[in-house]
T-cell receptor, first 115, second 115 residues
Framework: NAGVTQTPKFQVLKTGQSMTLQCAQD?????MYWYRQDPGMGLRLIYY???????DKGEVPNGYNVSRLNKREFSLRLESAAPSQTSVYFC??????????????FGEGSRLTVL | GENVEQHPSTLSVQEGDSAVIKCTYS??????FPWYKQELGKRPQLIID?????GEKKDQRIAVTLNKTAKHFSLHITETQPEDSAVYFC??????????????FGRGTQLTVWP
């Protein structure tokens, strides 16, 4: 049981390049999330998917797109990377769409550097 | 949306002392308040949570208190140990309309426990 798996763990991009962060969970969870973590800023929600087939913007969606490929997978795409997108990205999942259905399970994180 | 403020940003205590971290929230309809611990280089993990129909919850050396009237909640760690050293995040659920299902995080508290 791997939990939440995200790839790659590390990536260096040049400004303007594109890339996709992949995330998969094997817990049969309905909701999946992408957060970014910057020093002193906590965890900020980029996009989330409350259930298969739906996606919604979070607090900081600009410059990103997402795809809920199926119930297991939720990818995050940077179409034209900018230095401001240098961050650690966490994928997370939870069982239900309600805030009261338990904890968020996080992946190990992906450290992205944009030069 | 919800605004969660967390204090202090850093906290140093001697081993065996208590540590208290405080958070305030803005949405009076929020009803779920988890705390996450993130050790250096690792993923955030849930350590305790509380729902708005409960004023206090304990789990061994960790306790969380909630004051709905004042819209603040606190994490209390007693008999601190060096392995408690980590960044702690509070969060609050969003319950209104299109933001249902989101968790809003505080900016984190770096706790250091000195032996």
């Amino acid at each position: 049981n791997a939990g939440v798996t995200q790839t790659p763990k590390f990536q260096v991009l040049k400004t303007g390049q594109s890339m996709t962060l992949q995330c998969a969970q094997d817990m049969n969870h309905n909701s999946m999330y992408w957060y970014r973590q910057d020093p002193g800023m906590g965890l900020r929600l980029i996009y989330y998917s409350a259930s298969e087939g739906t996606t919604d913007k979070g607090e900081v969606p600009n410059g990103y797109n997402v795809s809920r490929l199926n119930k297991r997978e939720f990818s995050l795409r940077l179409e034209s990377a900018a230095p401001s997108q240098t961050s650690v990205y966490f994928c997370a999942s939870r069982e239900g769409i309600s805030p009261n259905t338990g904890e968020l399970f996080f992946g190990e994180g992906s450290r992205l550097t944009v030069l | 949306g919800e605004n969660v403020e967390q204090h202090p940003s850093t906290l140093s205590v001697q081993e065996g002392d208590s540590a208290v971290i405080k958070c305030t929230y803005s949405d009076s309809a929020s009803n779920y308040f988890p705390w996450y611990k993130q050790e250096l280089g690792k993923r955030p993990q849930l350590i305790i949570d509380i729902r708005s129909n409960v004023g206090e919850k304990k789990d061994q050396r960790i306790a969380v208190t909630l004051n709905k009237t004042a819209k603040h909640f606190s994490l209390h760690i007693t008999e601190t140990q060096p392995e408690d050293s980590a960044v702690y995040f509070c969060a609050a659920s969003a319950r209104r309309g299109s933001t249902l299902g989101r968790l809003y995080f505080g900016r984190g508290t770096q706790l250091t426990v000195w032996p």
